[in-house]
């Protein structure tokens, strides 16, 4: 088994030699999306990283500038098909891991993009966090707090797709968010383990394996990735993300997350108890 590197400048050259290597391959034999046959990652220059902190006001983290600086993006665009109401097949293209050289539009919407998820839900869904302290009863008001509170916590950049690394150096880690609303999950406590759940399958740290009760495959990592995931998500109580921790622990179930348990959910285990009584007749 091949070992995955601990030093994070070797990791991302060893992600940068696995997923090329894959890449150059037949993808009817290796089994990846065709659109990646013969694709390159294409890395930063200081001078280009210098110049997107200041197009864009924002500050890498030392991690991220060494991911921009060795990997960053790959030379072309992800294909998706679709099929349109009448069956035509449309193929939409996009980022592959965002190109701050390039992507300008797509940057600057995704850059926005958790702010107005939050700002969604404060409007159509009277959402407040009580971390905020106490909710104005005007709406406009609600808008003015939020956006104070807002601009207050740490920045998040785009990574690739709705995935966001938590950008500030204060905070003892720097975690990988994934985004989609205000439904949101942690994808890795480092840039290193969000990278091994990221690209998997094209790192050979993965196996299937037969589910009977299912009757089907799931997809794995081994038993080397695995340790370095779980290990990620062990209890440190500074694991701390202002704001998005108490979206995470108070609106979903994910609080294995930051190493704990999910509190009593009443309903859920009445039903799981009428499950298992009728599991008995």
């Not at 797709?161 to 905070?171: I, K």
């Not at 979206?247 to 039903?271: T, V």
Request: charged letters at 30%.
């Amino acid at each position: 088994m091949k070992t995955i590197p601990e030093d994070f400048i070797e990791f991302l050259y060893w992600i940068k030699n696995e997923t090329e290597t894959l890449w150059s391959q037949d993808p009817e034999i290796f089994h990846f999306e065709k659109w990646l046959h013969g694709a390159k990652w294409i890395g930063m220059t200081d001078s280009q990283i210098a110049k997107a902190e200041e197009k864009y006001s924002i500050k890498f983290t030392p991690e991220h500038k060494e991911f921009l600086r060795i990997l960053h993006t790959v030379d072309r665009k992800e294909k998706i098909e679709d099929t349109t109401d009448d069956g035509q097949i449309v193929i939409h293209e996009y980022p592959y891991f965002y190109n701050w050289l390039k992507d300008h539009e797509d940057i600057i919407y995704r850059l926005k993009y958790p702010f107005e998820c939050i700002l969604y839900d404060i409007k159509k869904r009277s959402m407040w966090l009580k971390s905020w302290g106490e909710k104005p009863k005007d709406k406009n008001e609600q808008i003015e707090k939020f956006t104070e509170i807002y601009h207050q916590s740490p920045p998040l950049l785009p990574l690739y797709n709705h995935r966001f690394l938590v950008s500030d150096t204060s905070l003892k880690f720097n975690p990988v968010l994934s985004i989609w609303g205000t439904d949101t999950i942690i994808y890795g406590w480092t840039l290193r383990t969000y990278l091994i759940n990221e690209l998997k399958y094209y790192l050979d740290i993965w196996k299937n394996v037969y589910n009977e009760e299912d009757q089907q495959y799931y997809s794995h990592l081994n038993n080397e990735a695995k340790k370095i995931s779980d290990d990620d998500f062990k209890y440190d109580k500074d694991k701390v993300i202002p704001i998005w921790q108490e979206i995470i622990l108070d609106y979903n179930n994910f609080w294995s997350s930051f190493g704990l348990k999910n509190p009593p959910n009443p309903k859920l285990e009445s039903l799981k108890r009428s499950i298992e009584n009728e599991n008995k007749i």
